[in-house]
């Protein structure tokens, strides 16, 4: 299994970017999907998830300006980021719990590799 995660880039504050993850693999199911991010100097954090059902949570911080997404025939996940500061500057993670096909109870959390967001103020 991996994750493809892409979108990230430079923009300024007040701006937007969108940031998709799409799985690829030995897929039998996909439960939750997240976005983590890792600022310099600091932990890697939840940013928001979303069920399969596609219930939601998001960090406060990012509350009113970010919406995740998913498209389940397209195994991929969506970050749209609005109204960007320059405190959401950080590398940002997709996560997945998915299940093979060999163990279709058993999900495993898998990362993607990553994409760089930088806010300019």
């Known amino acids: 299994v991996q994750l493809q995660a892409s979108g990230g880039g430079l923009v300024q504050a007040g701006g937007s970017l969108r940031l998709s993850c799409v799985a690829s693999g030995n897929i039998f199911s996909i439960n939750v999907m997240s976005w983590f991010r890792q600022a310099p100097g600091k932990q890697r954090e939840l940013v928001a998830d979303?069920?399969?059902?596609?219930?939601?949570n998001y960090a406060d911080s990012v509350k009113g300006r970010f919406t995740i997404s998913r498209d389940n025939a397209k195994n991929t996940v969506y970050l749209q980021m609005n109204d960007l500061k320059s405190e959401d500057t950080a590398i940002y993670y997709c996560k997945a719990w998915i299940a093979s096909f060999q163990r279709p109870n058993v999900p495993t959390g898998y990362w993607g590799q990553g994409t760089l967001v930088t806010v300019s103020s």
């Open positions: 979303i069920t399969s059902t596609s219930n939601t």
